[in-house]
């Protein structure tokens, strides 16, 4: 049986760092009330200019340096904030790679990108449509998001986490499944930007762009509702998966989850029964960092020397859509650069 | 009913057993609204009664907590 395995890992977040104390010089919050409700500290964000595939190219880089690759079949972006509306930031992402004309194309999937991306890259791995894949989470979600909100503004960071996946057998280090994703569509008005696609430019024809209210092209987000969801689906997902791989959950080294709120890994964490030190958490320095948030715990967790070849790793996703996933893999043991 | 929410609330979240009346607000508690979700489910873990999230951020205090939950558990 063919699986992917995990044959190389980078990240990069971009330079500008905002912190709480910043963000309560113009909102009204505080450094306080961000910490305890999220567990943020600080967060990265683009600026002049640098946009969603800046992030994904050095993230690439990374990745393909620490594979020891020039080359690989496939790029899949996982992204919620392409560079523009069209086309998907794939391509151009393999462009400026300098990977060639290979098929590249984006994954639509919020927080779940990076699993709903690991997934399709198994499935290509797996049915031989590729034997390489580059699969990049990157996002500058916080240009999506109104500055003057603070329920919104003080949640997300941008950056950009990458891995090469290679075929290779269940059983090795490295190997990444089985999977479980899941959505529930009935819940999509929970975390929305109503404006700029097709919904609304159907709904405003012929009005023109003015028409549109300022805080449409902006985040709304149901933070309560939210919890409730990300908490009960992340941790049924999480126990599915588990459930597939037969990994009893006292065997998880590391719950890599995505990092949305503090709060809500630690109350998942506890419903499975996970003790805090195999709990992953880079949320304080980064922020909520969308699909970009998986692989940028990995590599943190990597750099900081707390993984160990073989250490068996549990993913878990939650977010717009609604969707979710989750996954289990082990640690190749493979080097950062 | 009383002691056993100011049980949860103490266990759950840390805060002094001693400093928790009946006329205490989740503001007195410096309980948040996500607090307020997390309660209900340690309510529902502890002392097997569920109580909506609509209903729980409309309770004034620990005392409205502790009445609502002894007409749910009636009503079961």
């Given at each position: 049986?063919?699986?992917?395995?995990?044959?190389?890992?980078?990240?990069?977040?971009?330079?500008?760092?905002?912190?709480?104390?910043?963000?309560?010089?113009?909102?009204?919050?505080?450094?306080?009330?961000?910490?305890?409700?999220?567990?943020?500290?600080?967060?990265?964000?683009?600026?002049?200019?640098?946009?969603?595939?800046?992030?994904?190219?050095?993230?690439?880089?990374?990745?393909?340096?620490?594979?020891?690759?020039?080359?690989?079949?496939?790029?899949?972006?996982a992204t919620t904030s392409?560079?523009?509306?069209?086309?998907?930031?794939?391509?151009?992402?393999?462009?400026?790679?300098?990977?060639?004309?290979?098929?590249?194309?984006d994954i639509a999937s919020a927080c779940s990108g990076f699993l709903y991306g690991?997934a399709t890259?198994?499935?290509?791995?797996?049915?031989?449509?590729?034997?390489?894949?580059?699969?990049?989470?990157?996002e500058?979600f916080?240009?999506?998001?109104?500055?003057?909100?603070?329920?919104?503004?003080?949640?997300?960071?941008?950056?950009?986490?990458?891995?090469?996946?290679?075929?290779?057998?269940?059983?090795?280090?490295?190997?990444?499944?089985?999977?479980d994703l899941g959505s529930d569509g009935s819940l999509s008005d929970l975390l929305a930007i109503p404006?700029?696609g097709?919904r609304?430019?159907?709904?405003?024809?012929?009005?023109?762009?003015?028409?549109?209210?300022?805080?449409?092209?902006?985040l709304r987000m149901q933070?309560?509702p939210l919890?409730r969801e990300a908490?009960t689906r992340m941790?049924a997902s999480?126990?599915?998966?588990?459930?597939?791989?037969?990994?009893?959950?006292?065997?998880?080294?590391?719950?890599?989850?995505h990092?949305a709120?503090?709060?809500?890994?630690?109350?998942?964490?506890?419903?499975?029964?996970?003790?805090?030190?195999?709990?992953?958490?880079?949320?304080?320095?980064?922020?909520n960092?969308l699909s970009?948030s998986?692989?940028?715990?990995?590599?943190?967790?990597?750099?900081?020397?707390?993984?160990?070849?073989?250490?068996?790793?549990?993913?878990s996703a939650f977010g717009a859509g609604l969707s979710w996933g989750s996954?289990?893999?082990?640690?190749?043991?493979?080097?950062?650069? | 009913?009383?002691?056993?929410?100011?049980?949860?609330?103490?266990?759950?979240?840390?805060?002094?057993?001693?400093?928790?009346?009946?006329?205490?607000?989740?503001?007195?508690?410096?309980?948040?609204?996500?607090?307020?979700?997390?309660?209900?489910?340690?309510?529902?873990?502890?002392?097997?009664?569920?109580?909506?999230?609509?209903?729980?951020?409309?309770?004034?205090?620990?005392?409205?907590?502790?009445?609502?939950?002894?007409?749910?558990?009636?009503?079961?």
């Open positions: 049986m063919t699986t992917a395995v995990i044959a190389g890992l980078g990240g990069w977040l971009p330079p500008k760092t905002v912190t709480n104390h910043d963000l309560s010089a113009v909102l009204d919050t505080s450094d306080e009330w961000i910490r305890t409700r999220t567990g943020i500290r600080e967060r990265r964000m683009v600026s002049d200019g640098m946009s969603t595939g800046d992030l994904a190219v050095e993230a690439g880089l990374r990745a393909l340096k620490s594979a020891g690759e020039t080359s690989v079949d496939v790029v899949v972006v392409a560079e523009r509306l069209c086309p998907a930031a794939g391509p151009e992402v393999a462009a400026r790679l300098g990977l060639g004309d290979i098929a590249a194309f690991l890259a198994s499935g290509f791995i797996a049915s031989g449509v590729a034997e390489r894949v580059l699969l990049i989470g990157a500058a916080t240009t999506m998001v109104n500055p003057a909100d603070r329920t919104t503004a003080t949640i997300f960071g941008d950056g950009a986490g990458a891995v090469v996946l290679r075929r290779g057998t269940p059983g090795e280090p490295g190997a990444v499944g089985p999977f404006a700029g097709s609304q430019r159907s709904a405003s024809a012929g009005l023109g762009h003015g028409a549109v209210p300022a805080e449409d092209w902006y933070g309560r919890y908490v941790t999480s126990r599915a998966v588990l459930k597939r791989a037969g990994w009893p959950v006292g065997d998880v080294d590391h719950f890599v989850a990092q709120n503090a709060r809500i890994v630690r109350a998942v964490a506890e419903e499975l029964g996970l003790a805090d030190d195999r709990v992953a958490v880079n949320i304080d320095s980064v922020g960092t970009a998986i692989p940028l715990l990995l590599a943190d967790l990597a750099a900081r020397d707390g993984l160990r070849r073989g250490d068996r790793l549990l993913f996954a289990v893999a082990t640690w190749p043991g493979i080097h950062l650069t | 009913m009383f002691d056993s929410v100011a049980d949860v609330i103490a266990a759950r979240f840390g805060v002094d057993r001693a400093s928790i009346t009946a006329d205490s607000s989740f503001d007195d508690l410096d309980l948040d609204s996500l607090a307020q979700i997390e309660l209900a489910t340690a309510i529902k873990k502890k002392l097997g009664i569920e109580i909506a999230d609509e209903e729980m951020a409309e309770m004034k205090n620990v005392g409205a907590i502790a009445a609502r939950l002894e007409e749910i558990g009636q009503t079961l």
